[in-house]
Nanobody, 125 residues
């Protein structure tokens, strides 16, 4: 059983940067594709970014492309989401996910075995 714990969310001003972390326990993440999703109040959970288990490939939602970077550190069993130039519309609870599948974002989501409980990011002046 894998437990995923997100951290790093906080209240920041527009234009600021944050780095979210997703630490795993109970099992190595080295064979899992990892992703970040977010859910704003009153909205459905949406895809943000994903990274292949090898670290060789990444995909981003258009809304965050060029501002967010997903990475992983297998030695630390941790995945990161570096967020720059934050906007109020980035306000949401951010969740990490571990998936056995990769070929598309929907397939990735269908293959999620584990979700974290989320960390809140609030972007406001």
């Amino acid at each position: 059983q894998v437990q995923l714990v997100e951290s790093g969310g906080e209240l920041v001003q527009p234009g600021a940067s944050l780095r979210l972390s997703c630490a795993a326990s109970g099992h190595t993440l080295s064979s899992y594709n990892m992703g970040w999703f977010r859910q704003a109040p009153g909205r459905e959970r949406q895809f943000v970014a994903r990274i292949h288990w090898t670290g060789s490939s990444t995909y981003y939602a258009d809304s965050v492309k060029g501002r967010f970077t997903v990475s992983r550190d297998s030695a630390l069993n941790t995945v990161y989401l570096e967020m720059n130039s934050l906007k109020p519309e980035d306000t949401a609870v951010y969740y990490c996910a571990a998936s056995r599948l990769w070929s598309s974002t929907q397939v990735f989501k269908d293959g999620v075995d584990y979700w974290g409980k989320g960390t809140l990011v609030t972007v406001s002046s």
